[in-house]
Every structure is written in structure tokens, then in C-alpha cells.
Nanobody
Framework: QVQLVESGGGLVQPGGSLRLSCTAS????????MAWHRQAPGKQRELVAS???????RYTEDVKGRFTISADNAKRTVYLQMNNVKTEDTAVYYC??????????????WGQGTRVTVSS
């Protein structure tokens, strides 16, 4: 089995900062893609940022220049540094990991989500 443990969510004021973490463990052989998605109330889940095993990153337009995704491959952990947050960043943030399990089967696993609320 694979487990993803997310942390770092909470209440933050507009203009503030927050860092989310997600650590993968369990039956994993290799991770080649890690990402953060979010789902705001009444909206569909959307991709926020992703990072490949080679360090290639992508961001949705809304967060470019404010959010930074990074990863520690040895720790199987992905981070999302959120700076200058806005009220529209309020959402549940989900970690997603893709790769291969120790059995060689494809891995595509999601975390339970961590809530981020931006409010004064």
C-alpha cells in the first residue's frame, strides 16, 4: 500500500505565506511526477503545480510568481510554498504522486487533502 501524508494547511491572512508538505511512503519503487491540485468550494478540482523527477515544473497561471513547488526525492516529499496568498486561493489542496510500485505496477495516488483558508 501507498500512503501520502499532507501537512501545512491552515488559516492565513491575505498577503501571507504558507508551506504545504506531502510525504509518500509504502510500496513505492519510483516516483516520476508529483503535483498539487486544489478544489475550492463549488468548483472543480484543478492542477496548481507539478514537478517531474527531473525537476521540470509547471504552474497554473493564477499562481505563477507566487507559489513554488519543490521536491526532495530522497525523502519522497513534495512541497508547495505559497506566498502572497489571496482569498481565491482558499481551497482543499491535494497531493498527487505518480510512478511505479515495488511490484512494477503503475502508481497514481492521491492524498486526503489539507485545507487552506485565506481570510482576514
Amino acid at each position: 500500500q501507498v500512503q501520502l501524508v499532507e501537512s501545512g494547511g491552515g488559516l492565513v491572512q491575505p498577503g501571507g505565506s504558507l508551506r504545504l508538505s506531502c510525504t509518500a511512503s509504502g510500496n513505492i519503487d519510483y516516483i516520476d511526477y508529483m503535483a498539487w491540485h486544489r478544489q475550492a468550494p463549488g468548483k472543480q478540482r484543478e492542477l496548481v503545480a507539478s514537478i517531474s523527477d527531473r525537476g521540470s515544473t509547471r504552474y497554473t497561471e493564477d499562481v505563477k510568481g507566487r507559489f513554488t513547488i519543490s521536491a526532495d526525492n530522497a525523502k519522497r516529499t513534495v512541497y508547495l510554498q505559497m506566498n502572497n496568498v489571496k482569498t481565491e486561493d482558499t481551497a482543499v489542496y491535494y497531493c498527487n504522486v505518480e510512478g511505479f510500485t515495488a511490484r512494477g505496477t503503475p502508481l497514481d495516488h492521491w492524498g486526503q487533502g489539507t485545507r487552506v483558508t485565506v481570510s482576514s
